[in-house]
């Protein structure tokens, strides 16, 4: 399989996109100013008890208190805890992890009330980013993860993933981490493990103990709490640290600086793979050329097609995310109608199970497949999605269908689901229903090219408008662009952009910042 990511880096956000032989399977976006994120650690101050959830809600600096419940303390609490207390006390001495002395276990019945008080500073991760109402969800047992490794601090275990599944493999990763695994610390080895020479495995255990040091430092200087001593790694290095495989054939990115972390990052996890980094410099919208920006529109929507006519409706509430899959014009009366559900329902499952790793969907998601009445169809649809959920890296459960042709599935939930609105409010009348002829959308726009030229004396800048207009605007011989050029030179370029709407516009300079001409609406 061919899996290309690509790297829309903008002034407030960083759209990731993970395509798979050219099909758009995961999608991300964040804001570059969020300092909010799964896997970060916070040194933190219990806000309130409640000992009817057996929980407690603790601040984090975040609008919503994060939900520790009393089981997500972990075995160790006590002694990360005095641990902790420890160095927080004592500016000038930092303590070392192979001089720690375990405190008894954390009883698995015991009672929140009986372990944390208001006001007490303890030590937390983020599970799941706030959704809805919701806050951060929080668990005291700390991780670093990794490439291939997860380090996890005041223990002494070796958890292998189940994925490896050759006890010959899995005899040789133990020996070698619990040769080089310092006292004090356990790890998870994760799938990506497999495989790996003894020298990989030791220089990234190396990486991870020096930033759980650099960590204890934080913590002993922090003078104030909540504060993050342990910031998760951004979104980008984390898909490649989460799913980084030898079937990637290039990493395109638009902006020079995240281009060289990201190739300083490949250079250390896979040095023979750092050539497949290439930055883009191109004009033209890096979505629209990987066609990103088109498979967006078709599949966030409520309404998505597939194959043949066929497609999916698709609903979502607070407790759960609802599928319905519908022939379309694939619908044939007679004995064939058996069989065309069951190719119907093949293909929705492959796109049903597109979709929830596009959306990030989590929590239950009922698929409302086409009746069928042969216990051999169902059973192949019921393997099918369980195929196909393989590739997805969160953790799920499928379930075979039930009598009313209902299939459940229920999938880890971390973030938010990602909703993207399809439908594109007009640019010009802005929901009012009447706009300036549309004839005339070329004078206005050569309005504010002769202000941006002769008032303004620029010389060299690009306007991106919809493909459809930047058709017309090149249309002919001579055509408006080559005027438009001859009249003001050749700094005046056009070009098209598929994310916009109809009679939507944009001006751009020679430093790539957008010209504000809000002011010369009513000049057009």
């Given at each position: 399989?061919?899996?290309?990511?690509?790297?829309?880096?903008?002034?407030?956000?960083?759209s990731?996109?993970?395509?798979?032989?050219?099909?758009?399977?995961?999608?991300?976006?964040?804001?570059?100013?969020?300092?909010?994120s799964?896997?970060?650690?916070?040194?933190?101050?219990?806000?309130?008890?409640?000992?009817?959830?057996?929980?407690?809600?603790?601040?984090?600096?975040?609008?919503?208190?994060?939900?520790?419940?009393?089981?997500?303390?972990?075995?160790?609490?006590?002694?990360?805890?005095?641990?902790?207390?420890?160095?927080?006390?004592?500016?000038?001495?930092?303590?070392?992890?192979?001089?720690?002395?375990?405190?008894?276990?954390?009883?698995?019945?015991?009672?929140?009330?009986?372990?944390?008080?208001?006001?007490?500073?303890?030590?937390?991760?983020?599970?799941?980013?706030?959704?809805?109402?919701?806050?951060?969800?929080?668990?005291?047992?700390?991780?670093?993860?990794?490439?291939?490794?997860?380090?996890?601090?005041?223990?002494?275990?070796?958890?292998?993933?189940?994925?490896?599944?050759?006890?010959?493999?899995?005899?040789?990763?133990?020996?070698?981490?619990?040769?080089?695994?310092?006292?004090?610390?356990?790890?998870?080895?994760?799938?990506?493990?497999?495989?790996?020479?003894?020298?990989?495995?030791?220089?990234?255990?190396?990486?991870?103990?020096k930033?759980?040091?650099?960590?204890?430092?934080?913590?002993?200087?922090?003078?104030?709490?909540?504060?993050?001593?342990?910031?998760?790694?951004?979104?980008?290095?984390?898909?490649?640290?989460?799913?980084?495989?030898?079937?990637?054939?290039?990493?395109?990115?638009?902006d020079?600086?995240?281009?060289?972390?990201?190739?300083?990052?490949?250079?250390?996890?896979?040095?023979?793979?750092?050539?497949?980094?290439?930055?883009?410099?191109?004009?033209?919208?890096?979505?629209?050329?990987?066609?990103?920006?088109?498979?967006?529109?078709?599949?966030?929507?409520?309404?998505?097609?597939?194959?043949?006519?066929?497609?999916?409706?698709?609903?979502?509430?607070?407790?759960?995310?609802?599928?319905?899959?519908?022939?379309?014009?694939?619908?044939?009366?007679?004995?064939?109608?058996?069989?065309?559900?069951?190719?119907?329902?093949?293909?929705?499952?492959?796109?049903?199970?597109?979709?929830?790793?596009?959306?990030?969907?989590?929590?239950i998601?009922?698929?409302?497949?086409?009746?069928?009445?042969?216990?051999?169809?169902?059973?192949?649809i019921?393997?099918?999605?369980?195929?196909?959920?393989?590739s997805?890296?969160?953790?799920?459960?499928?379930?075979?269908?039930?009598?009313?042709?209902?299939?459940?599935?229920?999938?880890?939930?971390?973030?938010?689901?990602?909703?993207?609105?399809?439908?594109?409010?007009?640019p010009?009348?802005?929901?009012?229903?009447t706009?300036?002829?549309?004839?005339?959308?070329?004078?206005?726009l050569?309005?504010?090219?002769?202000?941006?030229?002769?008032?303004?004396?620029?010389?060299?800048?690009?306007?991106?408008?919809?493909?459809?207009?930047?058709?017309?605007?090149?249309?002919g011989?001579?055509?408006?662009?080559?005027?438009?050029?001859?009249?003001?030179?050749?700094?005046?370029?056009?070009?098209?952009?598929?994310?916009?709407?109809?009679?939507?516009?944009?001006?751009?300079?020679?430093?790539?910042?957008?010209?504000d001409?809000?002011?010369?609406?009513?000049?057009?």
């Open positions: 399989m061919d899996s290309k990511l690509i790297l829309d880096v903008q002034p407030e956000q960083i990731i996109a993970l395509l798979e032989d050219s099909r758009l399977v995961e999608l991300n976006k964040e804001s570059r100013s969020a300092t909010f799964v896997g970060n650690v916070y040194l933190a101050k219990v806000k309130k008890l409640m000992p009817g959830l057996n929980a407690a809600f603790v601040d984090v600096g975040y609008e919503k208190e994060g939900f520790l419940h009393y089981l997500d303390l972990g075995t160790y609490f006590s002694t990360i805890t005095e641990f902790t207390n420890g160095m927080t006390s004592n500016k000038k001495k930092l303590p070392l992890m192979n001089k720690v002395q375990f405190r008894p276990e954390l009883a698995k019945s015991g009672l929140v009330t009986d372990v944390l008080t208001q006001g007490k500073e303890i030590l937390v991760q983020v599970t799941k980013e706030p959704i809805s109402t919701k806050g951060p969800r929080l668990t005291s047992e700390i991780s670093i993860a990794g490439r291939s490794l997860v380090l996890i601090p005041f223990s002494n275990k070796i958890s292998i993933s189940q994925k490896i599944t050759s006890n010959e493999e899995r005899n040789r990763l133990r020996k070698i981490l619990q040769a080089v695994k310092p006292k004090n610390y356990g790890m998870i080895i994760r799938t990506v493990a497999e495989g790996r020479e003894q020298s990989e495995l030791e220089n990234e255990l190396l990486v991870l103990i930033r759980w040091e650099d960590t204890l430092i934080k913590i002993q200087k922090t003078k104030s709490t909540p504060s993050l001593v342990v910031e998760e790694i951004g979104r980008a290095e984390a898909i490649l640290r989460d799913h980084f495989n030898p079937n990637f054939e290039s990493i395109y990115i638009n020079r600086t995240i281009y060289e972390e990201i190739e300083a990052y490949i250079s250390l996890i896979e040095p023979q793979k750092a050539n497949i980094v290439k930055f883009y410099d191109d004009e033209l919208p890096i979505f629209d050329v990987f066609n990103i920006t088109k498979q967006i529109k078709s599949s966030f929507g409520r309404i998505v097609p597939f194959r043949k006519g066929a497609y999916l409706v698709v609903e979502h509430t607070e407790a759960l995310h609802v599928i319905d899959v519908n022939s379309g014009t694939r619908a044939k009366a007679g004995n064939l109608q058996e069989d065309n559900a069951f190719e119907v329902n093949m293909l929705a499952v492959d796109e049903v199970a597109r979709q929830l790793r596009l959306r990030d969907m989590g929590g998601v009922v698929i409302d497949l086409i009746d069928m009445h042969s216990a051999e169809h169902k059973q192949k019921y393997d099918r999605m369980r195929e196909n959920m393989q997805d890296s969160a953790k799920h459960n499928v379930l075979p269908l039930s009598k009313f042709g209902l299939m459940q599935i229920t999938r880890q939930r971390v973030r938010p689901v990602m909703l993207i609105d399809t439908q594109e409010t007009c010009t009348c802005y929901g009012n229903g706009i300036r002829p549309s004839l005339l959308f070329a004078d206005a050569v309005g504010k090219i002769d202000i941006l030229y002769h008032s303004l004396k620029l010389k060299k800048f690009t306007l991106f408008v919809h493909p459809y207009v930047y058709a017309y605007i090149k249309h011989f001579p055509s408006l662009a080559l005027k438009w050029k001859l009249k003001y030179g050749f700094g005046v370029k056009v070009r098209p952009n598929q994310d916009f709407a109809f009679l939507q516009y944009k001006f751009i300079d020679k430093n790539d910042n957008e010209l001409l809000t002011d010369l609406m009513g000049m057009a």
